[in-house]
C-alpha cells in the first residue's frame, strides 16, 4: 500500500498493474516511474522553490554553435543526413579523440545518435539478453539498469559510500566478474556523484575484462567537466582493442547544447556497423542542423567549456563547504560534473527527507533511490545553478536540517 508521501510522488503517473499486463509490453513494466522527474514535477506545482536538482548546464549555448546551428538552417540543410551521421562531424569527432587518446580511429568508428541517451540504448540493447549479467556501480545513472532489466539482463549493483569519495575499487569489481557477467557499465565522471574514475581504476578494469572476455561500456558524457588538476581517463585509451569496448558521449554537458540532442557511440567497426541498423530502427538519424552545430564546437576550440569549468569548480569548492556544515550530511570531494551525493545517517529515508524539504522549505534535490539500491539513505544535489541559489537554498537547507531528528 503506497504511503501518502509516494502518492504525492506518483500522482499522475499510471503504473500498470497486474491487471494491466495484456495491455502493455513486459518491457514497459520493467521502467520505473523517474525519481528525478517525479520530483521536479511536483516541485514545478509550488512556489518559490530553490532547484538543486536540475541535471543540466545552466550556461548558454557558445555563440559560435548556435550561429552555425541557425546557419544550417537557412542554408536549407533540413533533411536526413547519412545513417551513421553527417560525414564532417564524423570526421571532426575522429580527429578529435585521435588527437586526445593516442587511439588510431577512422570515421567507420563512430555513430553519431540522437544524444548520449540513445547511445547507451542502442549499446545496452544490443547487449543485454535474458541470462546475462552487467555490472554496475551503485549509485548510477537512472537510465542504465532499467535498459538492462527491460531486455531480460539481471544487474549486479557494485555499491560506493561517500566516506570513500564513492569510488570504485577496481578489485571488488574484478571479484565481482563470474561465468554470467557479459558486460560492465561505467561512468565517468559520474551523474550522480561527480566522481572522476583514476587511470589505474580504469585500466585494471578495462584489461581484465578483456582478459575474460566482458565487453565494458563507457558513459563519458562529463569527460571534459574535470574540476580539479587530473589526467581523465577515458576507456578510449586504455583498451587493447576496440572490439569488447563501446564509448558514449555528447555534446550536452559540455557545450551546453542538451536540447540540440547530439551524442555519439565509439567502438569497432563491425560493432558500429551493427549498431547503425539498431540506429535505423530507432531515430534513423540525429537532427541534422544540430549535427552541423555539432562541427562548429569541435573547430572552436576549448574556451568555452574552460570558462563553464573554472565557474563550477567555484561552485563546487563552496558546496563542499556548505554541505559539511549541514547538520546529518556526509560529504567528500566530487572531482567532476556538477553534481555531489551526500549521505545521511543509516536507516534515513532519503525520499521522505526529500519531501518534506521541498514541501517546508522550498529546496528541491533528488532522493538517493533514483539512482540505485545502496543508496536510500542519500541524495543528489547539481550545483548546475547560479552561487546565488546556492547560497540562498543553503541558509534554508541548514537550519531546518538541525532541527530534524535522524
Same mark, same amino acid.
Given at each position: ?84 551521421? %553527417? ?12 588527437? =586526445? ?30 541470462? =546475462? ?7 548510477? /545513472? ?25 569510488? %570504485? ?111 535505423? &530502427? ?56 556538477? &553534481? ?53 537554498? /543553503? ?12
Amino acid at each position: 500500500m503506497l504511503d501518502d508521501k509516494s502518492e504525492k510522488l506518483n500522482k499522475g503517473l499510471k503504473i500498470p498493474s497486474d491487471d494491466d499486463a495484456f495491455e502493455w509490453s513486459p518491457a514497459l513494466r520493467a521502467l520505473p516511474v523517474p525519481g528525478i522527474r517525479r520530483m521536479v514535477n511536483l516541485a514545478a506545482t509550488m512556489k518559490d522553490v530553490i532547484h538543486l536538482s536540475i541535471g543540466q548546464p545552466d550556461f548558454k549555448c557558445p555563440g559560435h554553435i548556435v550561429e552555425a546551428h541557425v546557419e544550417a538552417l537557412r542554408a536549407g540543410e533540413t533533411g536526413y543526413t547519412m545513417d551513421a551521421g %553527417l560525414p564532417e562531424l564524423l570526421t571532426e569527432l575522429q580527429k578529435y579523440y585521435q588527437k =586526445r587518446t593516442g587511439r588510431e580511429l577512422t570515421e567507420d568508428n563512430i555513430l553519431v545518435t540522437t544524444g548520449a541517451t540513445e547511445a547507451m540504448y542502442l549499446a545496452i540493447s544490443v547487449s543485454a539478453a535474458p541470462g =546475462r549479467q552487467f555490472l554496475i556501480p551503485d549509485p548510477c /545513472f537512472p537510465l542504465y539498469a532499467p535498459l538492462v532489466r527491460m531486455h531480460g539482463g539481471e544487474v549486479k549493483p557494485i555499491p560506493t559510500r561517500a566516506e570513500h569519495g564513492h569510488q %570504485l575499487d577496481p578489485q571488488e569489481v574484478i571479484d565481482a566478474m563470474g561465468p554470467r557477467t557479459f558486460a560492465i557499465i561505467l561512468n565517468s565522471p559520474s551523474n550522480p556523484t561527480g566522481t572522476v574514475y583514476p587511470p589505474e581504476t580504469i585500466e585494471a578494469i578495462v584489461q581484465e575484462a578483456a582478459y575474460q572476455g566482458i565487453k565494458v561500456i563507457s558513459d563519458e558524457v562529463y569527460d571534459h567537466l574535470i574540476l580539479d588538476d587530473l589526467e581523465y581517463a577515458s576507456v578510449l585509451g586504455h583498451t587493447s582493442d576496440l572490439d569488447h569496448v563501446m564509448i558514449a558521449s555528447s555534446f550536452s554537458k559540455s557545450y551546453a547544447m542538451p536540447g540540440l540532442r547530439v551524442g555519439w557511440v565509439i567502438s569497432s567497426q563491425g560493432t558500429i556497423k551493427m549498431l547503425r541498423r539498431y540506429h535505423m &530502427f530507432t531515430t534513423t538519424v540525429a537532427n541534422t542542423p544540430a549535427q552541423w552545430a555539432g562541427v562548429a564546437a569541435l573547430r572552436g576550440g576549448n574556451q568555452c567549456i574552460e570558462e563553464m569549468v573554472t565557474e563550477y569548480r567555484r561552485r563546487r569548492d563552496r558546496v563542499v563547504k556548505l554541505v559539511s556544515e549541514t547538520p546529518y550530511l556526509t560529504g567528500y570531494w566530487p572531482q567532476g560534473g556538477f &553534481f555531489i551525493f551526500p549521505s545521511l545517517p543509516a536507516h534515513t529515508n532519503g525520499s521522505n527527507l526529500a519531501l518534506r524539504m521541498l514541501e517546508e522549505i522550498g529546496v528541491c534535490v533528488v532522493p538517493g533511490e533514483a539512482f540505485g539500491e545502496s543508496c536510500i539513505n542519500s541524495f543528489r544535489i547539481s550545483y548546475s545553478t547560479s552561487m546565488d541559489k546556492i547560497e540562498q537554498a /543553503f541558509e534554508r537547507m541548514i537550519p531546518w536540517m538541525a532541527k530534524q531528528e535522524l
